[in-house]
Structures are given as structure tokens and as C-alpha cells.
């Protein structure tokens, strides 16, 4: 599954500060490379020639891996700084950290999901000074907006961003312009479309969405249609507003679209992907790691609706893409955005470790976006001598695992700008108001996925299912 899920429980543990040693047994494995990277934004390379500096990373695949230590090897060549890569599991990346900071032995630098970004800056375990000069040094501007914002802190920021993702309505563009249907951008419209498709006496559905209440992918997808709605978990003087009339109204929407429109059953990352890929669905959710198996380029998860028999990227030819939705109480279409980021940790070489983010960002970044570009959006888009350069270099790369075609080919220019406008303006519960930190316990919990599941169910009402969210996620902060 290329969904990326986190087991967020350790990160509950890590806010709470029980993992207090070191366990030798917990220990990340090191590739023993001996690598090395540089910055341009070092006014003397001489300065770190020699340095030596250890980077933990969670893209652990080896094709990624070995992505990482190319672009480590080509930075060295420039500068002399050394880097040791360490991989880690996401899973285990929170435990990590927090016996690593017990034995005062945290890499330089490390490569992580947001969600635990805030929370580290609050801990004290970011180097929140370094990230904002490497940000300055790079150009403010170089970057998209959207995912600087979500990890604004203080006078600067908590680390840097460096790709992500952006969830996505998909639709069977073919049939709705076949039904005389509107894009599928607002609520309004997406209920018309799913209920005009929905057939369920012919195996077709209106739309297919997670509704799984344990698994994180349907906190994913419902926050899409929370932000939409101007459903906000926390306001910036941190009072709950989960239960506010806006996210009554966004809960109320989700579950009657998929109580209406959607198969039966739990719904999940992999039963949502088949109902569309078999050409039953005029709708789903789900995030853009599934535009290269939508062409038919993944063995692993290939499309099977009886016109990819002839043309395997049918559904990708003939379907229309959405990436931010508005609601009737929204005041702007919103996108749930899910970034990455390389903090530097305190206590690293400060100089070594602008140095390597400075070389990966500029000679790697085309590199580490093409490991996986279709889910690896750039979120510096340029440099100041030329504003569109890793935007349209991204454009260029290729996409897939069984066979590749760059992502421009597969779905046009259309699309791929909407892709790009939508990377820039990413939103989340929590984050932009200074309240990240909040969020790891919430998604761990598993409080809304679970109350989501009461209503669909008919256990509890809306108006009852966010109150018990806000009781629950007020028990948690405590």
C-alpha cells in the first residue's frame, strides 16, 4: 500500500516524554555509506570541508534508498562534507527521536512527515534557527506558500519542506459529460453527481470514499471534506472547534453522501481503489500515488474495467481530477496536503548540515523528486534566477513502477497544472495556527474515523458524533 500511514501511538508517547534511554536493540540500521553533501547557500564550502554528518530517513524502499545515497554521493564530489544515511521506519521514527534525544545522540538531520514537526519544535528537538536561514538562504520565494505555512513557527520556521501530496477527488469525466454533470468541485455538486451515477442494481456506485474507522485514511479523507466546509479542529487560541455548526454540517454531508452513493461495507486504501479501477465507481478519494496505476502502469494494481482490457489507461484518459473542494460554508476551496520535511535536529553541525540541504535542494532535488513524482509534488518550485525550474523539471520526470512515462504524457498539461496550482495552497487541521502539535494524538486516537463510523451506522447523530470528538480529543490534550 503507498498510502503513507503512521503509526501515530508513538508519537502520543513521545509528547508525554516516557522513552527516557536509549535501547541499542531500538537502533536504526545505517547503510555505512560514507556520503556527503553541500550547500550553495555556504558562503565558504571550506568552512565544512571534511565534516561528517548522519541523516536519518523513513523512505526506506531501496529503489529510494538508493536514490538518497546517488544524491548524497554527487553532493560530496562538491563540498567534502560526509554523510552517514541511517534508514528508519516511520513507524518507528517517534521512539526513535525521543531515546536518541535521552542519549543525546540525534542525527543531524532528519527527514520526516509533518506531523511530527510542530510538536518537535515545542520539545526543543528542531533546530527551528538553522531550518529558517536554510529557507532564507534558498529564497523564501523559492518555495510554495502553502506547506511553509503549515509549519510556521515563531518568527521563522520548524524545518523545511521538501515534497508532498495532495488529496484528490477523482471522476469519470467521461460520464459525466455523458449525464451533463458539473466537475464534482463543491458539495452541492458532488451530491447531485453521486446520486445522478449511483446504480446499484448494476454494480455502479455514485462515489467511493474510506469510511475504515480504523484506519487513518478515513481521518485523510474526511479532513478533505472538513476543510472544504470551514471545519476547523483547533483556533489559534487553541479552543477545540470541532464542534462547531461547520463541522456538524461537514459530518452530516459525508456520511449521507456515502450512505446513499457507496458500496456497502467497510470501505478502505485498497477496496476504494478497486471498486474504481474495475469501472464501478464515479468517484473516489484518494490520494495521487494512484495516477500511475491509473495508466496502467503498476502491475501490483492494475485497472480491470472492461475497457482497460483493450487500453489499460483508459481510466486515466477519461478521468477528471479535483484537488480542492469548497463547501457551503467555506470560504475557499480547500485541499488536505500531506508534506515532508528535513529538520535539523539541535545539537547538529550546523554549517555541514546547511551544506547538504543546500546541495539537495538545488544539484539533488530533480533527483529525489523522481523517485516517485507522481506522489513527490516540488515544494520548492524554483530558484530566484529561475522561479519555474524544479516545476518544470518535475513535469519531465517519469512516472511508475512495471513500465514509466512521464506524468505530462500520461495526463496532459490540464491536468498537471491543476496538480501544481493545488500544491501550493495545502491546508490541514491544526498546522497554520500554530496547533500542530495537537494533531499526532488526534490521528493516533483514532476519534474521528471511530465517531464517523457511529453516525454511518446510525448510533449517534452529527451534532452528538462532534461533541463526543471534542470531549474525546479535550481528554487527550489533557
Same mark, same amino acid.
Given at each position: 500500500?503507498?498510502?503513507?500511514?503512521?503509526?501515530?501511538?508513538?508519537? $502520543?508517547? !513521545?509528547?508525554?516524554?516516557?522513552?527516557?534511554?536509549?535501547?541499542?536493540?531500538?537502533?536504526?540500521?545505517?547503510?555505512?555509506?560514507?556520503?556527503?553533501?553541500?550547500?550553495?547557500?555556504?558562503?565558504?564550502?571550506?568552512?565544512?570541508?571534511?565534516?561528517?554528518i548522519t541523516?536519518?530517513?523513513?523512505?526506506?524502499?531501496?529503489?529510494?534508498a538508493?536514490?538518497?545515497?546517488?544524491?548524497?554521493?554527487?553532493?560530496?564530489?562538491?563540498?567534502?562534507?560526509?554523510?552517514?544515511?541511517?534508514?528508519?521506519?516511520?513507524?518507528?521514527l517517534?521512539? !526513535?527521536?525521543?531515546?536518541?534525544?535521552?542519549?543525546?545522540?540525534?542525527?543531524?538531520?532528519?527527514?520526516f &512527515?509533518m506531523?511530527? +514537526?510542530?510538536g518537535?519544535?515545542d520539545?526543543g528537538?528542531?533546530?527551528?534557527?538553522?531550518?529558517?536561514?536554510? *529557507?532564507?538562504?534558498?529564497?523564501?520565494?523559492?518555495?510554495?506558500?502553502?506547506?511553509?505555512? !503549515?509549519v510556521?513557527?515563531?518568527?521563522?520556521?520548524?524545518?523545511?519542506p521538501?515534497?508532498?501530496? %495532495?488529496?484528490?477527488?477523482?471522476?469519470?469525466?467521461?460520464?459525466?459529460?455523458?449525464? %451533463?454533470?458539473?466537475?464534482?468541485?463543491?458539495?452541492e455538486?458532488?451530491? +447531485?453527481?453521486?446520486?445522478?451515477?449511483?446504480?446499484?442494481?448494476?454494480?455502479f456506485?455514485?462515489?467511493t470514499?474510506a469510511?475504515d474507522?480504523?484506519?487513518?485514511?478515513?481521518?485523510?479523507?474526511? @479532513?478533505?471534506?472538513?476543510?472544504?466546509?470551514?471545519?476547523?479542529?483547533?483556533?489559534?487560541?487553541?479552543? $477545540?472547534t470541532? =464542534?462547531?455548526?461547520?463541522?456538524?454540517?461537514?459530518?452530516?454531508?459525508?456520511?449521507?453522501?456515502?450512505?446513499?452513493?457507496?458500496?456497502?461495507?467497510?470501505? =478502505?486504501?485498497?477496496?476504494?481503489?478497486?471498486?474504481?479501477?474495475?469501472?464501478?465507481?464515479?468517484? *473516489?478519494v484518494?490520494? #495521487?500515488f494512484? $495516477?500511475?496505476e491509473? +495508466?496502467?502502469?503498476?502491475? @501490483?494494481?492494475?485497472?480491470?474495467?472492461?475497457?482497460?482490457?483493450?487500453?489499460?489507461?483508459?481510466?486515466?484518459?477519461?478521468?477528471?481530477?479535483?484537488? +480542492?473542494?469548497?463547501?457551503?460554508?467555506?470560504?475557499s476551496?480547500?485541499?488536505?496536503g500531506?508534506?515532508?520535511?528535513?529538520?535539523?535536529?539541535?545539537?547538529?553541525? *550546523?554549517?555541514?548540515?546547511?551544506?547538504?540541504?543546500?546541495?539537495?535542494?538545488?544539484?539533488?532535488? /530533480?533527483?529525489?523528486?523522481?523517485?516517485?513524482?507522481?506522489?513527490?509534488? #516540488?515544494m520548492?518550485?524554483g530558484? &530566484?534566477?529561475?522561479?519555474?525550474?524544479?516545476?518544470?523539471?518535475?513535469?519531465? /520526470?517519469?512516472?511508475?513502477?512495471?513500465?514509466?512515462?512521464?506524468?505530462? @504524457?500520461?495526463?496532459?498539461?490540464?491536468?498537471?497544472?491543476?496538480?501544481? @496550482?493545488?500544491?501550493?495552497?495545502?491546508?490541514?487541521? %491544526?498546522?497554520?495556527?500554530?496547533?500542530?502539535?495537537?494533531?499526532? &494524538?488526534?490521528?493516533?486516537?483514532?476519534?474521528? #474515523?471511530?465517531?464517523?463510523?457511529?453516525? !454511518?451506522?446510525?448510533?449517534l447523530?452529527?451534532?452528538?458524533?462532534?461533541?463526543?470528538?471534542?470531549?474525546?480529543?479535550?481528554?487527550?490534550?489533557?
Amino acid at each position: 500500500m503507498k498510502m503513507r500511514h503512521f503509526a501515530l501511538l508513538l508519537t $502520543l508517547i !513521545l509528547a508525554l516524554g516516557l522513552f527516557t534511554a536509549c535501547s541499542e536493540a531500538a537502533a536504526p540500521a545505517a547503510t555505512n555509506t560514507d556520503d556527503a553533501a553541500a550547500d550553495e547557500s555556504s558562503s565558504d564550502a571550506g568552512a565544512v570541508e571534511g565534516a561528517e554528518i548522519t541523516f536519518w530517513s523513513t523512505e526506506e524502499q531501496p529503489e529510494r534508498a538508493a536514490a538518497t545515497e546517488a544524491i548524497i554521493a554527487s553532493c560530496q564530489e562538491q563540498t567534502g562534507v560526509s554523510a552517514d544515511l541511517v534508514l528508519t521506519n516511520e513507524d518507528d521514527l517517534p521512539s !526513535l527521536i525521543t531515546s536518541s534525544a535521552a542519549a543525546d545522540s540525534l542525527p543531524d538531520i532528519a527527514f520526516f &512527515p509533518m506531523d511530527f +514537526a510542530i510538536g518537535w519544535a515545542d520539545q526543543g528537538l528542531l533546530d527551528t534557527q538553522a531550518a529558517t536561514e536554510v *529557507i532564507q538562504s534558498l529564497g523564501e520565494d523559492t518555495f510554495a506558500a502553502g506547506p511553509l505555512n !503549515l509549519v510556521a513557527y515563531n518568527d521563522g520556521y520548524a524545518a523545511v519542506p521538501t515534497d508532498g501530496w %495532495g488529496q484528490l477527488l477523482i471522476y469519470r469525466k467521461d460520464l459525466f459529460d455523458a449525464n %451533463g454533470l458539473e466537475t464534482p468541485d463543491t458539495f452541492e455538486k458532488i451530491q +447531485a453527481a453521486a446520486a445522478a451515477l449511483h446504480d446499484p442494481s448494476n454494480n455502479f456506485y455514485g462515489i467511493t470514499a474510506a469510511n475504515d474507522p480504523s484506519a487513518v485514511f478515513t481521518q485523510q479523507t474526511f @479532513e478533505q471534506f472538513a476543510l472544504a466546509n470551514g471545519c476547523q479542529l483547533v483556533d489559534e487560541a487553541g479552543d $477545540l472547534t470541532i =464542534d462547531s455548526p461547520q463541522c456538524v454540517e461537514a459530518v452530516d454531508f459525508f456520511t449521507n453522501l456515502l450512505n446513499s452513493s457507496s458500496p456497502a461495507g467497510v470501505q =478502505d486504501v485498497v477496496s476504494t481503489r478497486a471498486t474504481y479501477f474495475a469501472g464501478q465507481a464515479g468517484m *473516489i478519494v484518494w490520494s #495521487p500515488f494512484i $495516477l500511475d496505476e491509473m +495508466a496502467g502502469l503498476r502491475d @501490483e494494481a492494475f485497472p480491470a474495467c472492461p475497457e482497460c482490457a483493450d487500453d489499460p489507461a483508459f481510466l486515466a484518459k477519461n478521468s477528471g481530477i479535483v484537488p +480542492a473542494i469548497q463547501g457551503p460554508s467555506g470560504d475557499s476551496p480547500a485541499q488536505y496536503g500531506q508534506v515532508s520535511y528535513m529538520g535539523i535536529m539541535t545539537g547538529a553541525d *550546523i554549517e555541514a548540515a546547511k551544506a547538504f540541504m543546500g546541495c539537495w535542494f538545488n544539484e539533488g532535488y /530533480l533527483d529525489w523528486l523522481a523517485v516517485a513524482p507522481e506522489g513527490k509534488f #516540488p515544494m520548492r518550485q524554483g530558484t &530566484p534566477d529561475e522561479p519555474n525550474k524544479f516545476i518544470d523539471g518535475w513535469q519531465t /520526470l517519469s512516472t511508475g513502477v512495471d513500465r514509466k512515462m512521464p506524468l505530462g @504524457e500520461v495526463y496532459g498539461s490540464d491536468v498537471i497544472q491543476t496538480l501544481i @496550482e493545488g500544491a501550493g495552497n495545502f491546508n490541514r487541521w %491544526g498546522f497554520g495556527v500554530g496547533q500542530g502539535a495537537l494533531v499526532s &494524538p488526534v490521528y493516533e486516537s483514532l476519534v474521528v #474515523p471511530q465517531a464517523l463510523n457511529d453516525v !454511518l451506522t446510525g448510533s449517534l447523530t452529527s451534532e452528538e458524533a462532534v461533541q463526543e470528538m471534542a470531549a474525546e480529543i479535550e481528554d487527550l490534550r489533557q
